[in-house]
């Protein structure tokens, strides 16, 4: 049964691949590219997020390849899949709960995780076949949570990262556009705008606490790596010739951020128009009641990790509840029991598009949050790792969602959350008007991604688009030698100053006694 869900939802997601819905309003190009694709192949909501871009530059006619391994073969149609034949580390691989009570494992997990994914990736002959001809390549796209592993790719070719995440301030900081932690969020948690005092403290810490992290879990891989290619640069080298940066924020949920040309703002990627939903679910879904749907991901809180006792809060919360509930929830039995369905993957954009769904429960991961914003749906969030936690407190912050925490969530605590959302309907104005803003845009998520890519191929990697301030170091940056040399100036222009006027005084004090001598 599980397996014939997640068959639908590959099917579905095959489906709208296929559909033509991918399909970019950018005029065709003059040109044909050879693109390769460097995602982490094991993470499939990686692999779901990128895949309209590399279908609809596949229907434009380009060349596009991407790694697959033998666990996950997608059928994106018309991209080659090189089955690199390595067992990468999976979402699977890590226990959610742990990650719950102690985010900090997480740090531990990723680096190891990364350094031995990195070995691997380079004792497979076929990825070394591929290395050895990237020079082929006009551009190879690299997901950032593959970096680790395919930064020697990226040396001397051109290339783009790709961002399953909102912009984290060290990312964008080595494309040379550091953000001000006086006001732009550190990405691990968010404060009310504009910061107060504390909160503005509190940004700062956390801003270099994400940098620190982002460079942690490059550290061991990157030891390995220089082993094994001695002639490579540092990662941070690597990483500031990046020629374009696809990255996932959007203004309705981040805000006005400024950012350079070659960084593109990609959020809502994913969406496309809603499908028709199974029938079993729609027949559930019609009528007069409102619906709340309940569901934490294809990958991160997949496995069945989730403690019992919490999935026995959220159903018998559900079952009390005067609405009905469509519940996705790892390791449960689907089938109907009163006014709660359960269920296994369902095709969640067509639920969320649907007018009954009132409520989204949610881990927030960054997927399911466009959707939701999208379709105008307030959120009760249950993160998990704690980029779900910098989601949530977006959305929190909007108006549009309250946040709980798995460690102390009980029935009451729910239920409560629940009929706050249900009868209070200010989260569902807030939500409609944050999903005004998020579909009010001149052009779409995927014409941005297709005309970037292709511009950074069509010009080689385009170097007029890079900053230059990517090549300056702090002291540069901030210009601390003549800020120092000005303070030096200062405090010797001050010294003779505070000279001249002892001796004139000595002088005048000196000529006031000679007088008194006189007389
Ligand atoms: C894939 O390529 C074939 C042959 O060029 C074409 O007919 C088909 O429409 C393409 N499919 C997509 C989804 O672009
Ligand atoms: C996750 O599930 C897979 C397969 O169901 C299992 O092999 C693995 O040990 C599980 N991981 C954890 C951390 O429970
Ligand atoms: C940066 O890009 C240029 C042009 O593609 C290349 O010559 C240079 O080696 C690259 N530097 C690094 C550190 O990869
Ligand atoms: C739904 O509500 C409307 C008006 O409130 C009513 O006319 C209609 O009969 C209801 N439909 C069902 C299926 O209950
Ligand atoms: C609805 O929620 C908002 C935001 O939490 C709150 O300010 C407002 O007082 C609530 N309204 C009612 C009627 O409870």
């Given at each position: 049964m599980k397996l014939l869900m997640l068959l639908s939802v590959l099917s579905t997601a095959t489906a709208a691949w296929n559909s033509g819905y991918f399909t970019s309003s950018v005029p065709l190009p003059t040109e044909?590219?050879?693109?390769?694709?460097?995602?982490p192949t094991t993470f499939k909501s990686h692999i779901w997020m990128a895949a309209p871009?590399?279908?609809?530059?596949?229907?434009?006619?380009?060349?596009?390849?991407?790694?697959?391994?033998?666990?996950?073969?997608?059928?994106?149609?018309?991209?080659?899949?090189?089955?690199?034949?390595?067992?990468?580390?999976?979402?699977e691989d890590v226990d959610t709960f742990d990650v719950v009570r102690n985010p900090l494992s997480l740090l531990k997990t990723f680096t190891n995780a990364a350094a031995n994914d990195a070995e691997k990736m380079f004792n497979s002959d076929i990825t070394m076949k591929v290395f050895?001809?990237?020079?082929?390549?006009?551009?190879?796209?690299?997901?950032?949570?593959?970096?680790?592993?395919?930064?020697?790719?990226?040396?001397?070719?051109?290339?783009?990262?790709?961002s399953c995440s909102p912009l984290l301030p060290c990312q964008s900081a080595?494309?040379?556009?550091?953000?001000?932690?006086?006001?732009?969020?550190?990405?691990?948690?968010?404060?009310?705008?504009?910061?107060?005092?504390?909160?503005?403290?509190?940004?700062?810490?956390?801003?270099?606490?994400?940098?620190?992290?982002?460079?942690?879990?490059?550290?061991?891989?990157?030891?390995?790596?220089?082993?094994r290619f001695p002639w490579l640069p540092s990662f941070k080298e690597i990483e500031r010739n990046a020629s374009l940066h696809l990255v996932t924020s959007s203004m309705a949920l981040d805000g006005p951020l400024a950012l350079l040309p070659n960084q593109v703002p990609i959020a809502g990627l994913v969406l496309r128009p809603p499908q028709p939903l199974p029938k079993d679910i729609l027949d559930f879904m019609s009528g007069n009641t409102s619906v709340i749907y309940i569901s934490f991901g294809v990958s991160f809180i997949r496995n069945d990790s989730i403690p019992r006792d919490k999935k026995d809060i959220l159903l018998s919360v559900s079952k009390k509840l005067p609405y009905k509930v469509i519940m996705n929830v790892y390791g449960q039995a689907s089938g109907r029991s009163g006014n709660v369905l359960l269920t296994g993957m369902v095709p969640q954009q067509d639920i969320l598009a649907h007018p009954n769904v009132k409520l989204f429960i949610s881990h927030c991961g960054l997927a399911g949050v466009d959707e939701t914003v999208y379709h105008g749906v307030p959120v009760i969030a249950l993160p998990?790792?704690?980029?779900?936690?910098?989601?949530?407190?977006?959305?929190?912050?909007?108006?549009?969602?309250?946040?709980?925490?798995?460690?102390?969530?009980?029935?009451e605590i729910l239920r409560d959350a629940v009929m706050e959302i249900m009868t209070n309907s200010s989260y569902g104005e807030n939500m409609a008007f944050v999903s005004r803003v998020f579909r009010d845009q001149k052009d779409t998520a995927l014409d941005r991604a297709v005309f970037w890519t292709e511009y950074a191929a069509r010009f080689r990697g385009a170097p007029h688009l890079k900053s230059p301030a990517r090549h300056l170091s702090w002291i540069e940056f901030l210009s601390l030698d003549f800020i120092l040399l000005a303070l030096v100036l200062c405090y010797c222009a001050f010294n003779v100053f505070l000279k001249v006027i002892r001796a004139l005084r000595t002088k005048c004090v000196g000529d006031k006694n000679e007088k008194v001598k006189i007389t």
């Open positions: 044909r590219f050879k693109i390769l694709f460097l995602l871009l590399l279908v609809d530059l596949a229907r434009r006619g380009h060349e596009v390849h991407m790694f697959c391994d033998s666990r996950n073969q997608f059928k994106i149609p018309n991209v080659t899949c090189i089955n690199h034949g390595v067992r990468l580390s999976a979402p050895e001809r990237r020079g082929e390549y006009d551009l190879i796209v690299i997901d950032h949570l593959g970096l680790s592993m395919f930064y020697p790719f990226a040396h001397g070719t051109p290339f783009a990262i790709l080595s494309l040379g556009n550091v953000p001000n932690p006086a006001f732009v969020s550190s990405a691990l948690m968010e404060f009310k705008q504009p910061y107060g005092t504390f909160d503005r403290l509190k940004n700062i810490v956390l801003t270099l606490a994400q940098c620190y992290v982002y460079w942690a879990i490059h550290s061991q891989s990157e030891i390995v790596m220089s082993e998990a790792a704690p980029e779900h936690g910098a989601m949530a407190g977006k959305l929190v912050l909007a108006g549009t969602a309250i946040q709980l925490s798995w460690l102390t969530l009980t029935e």
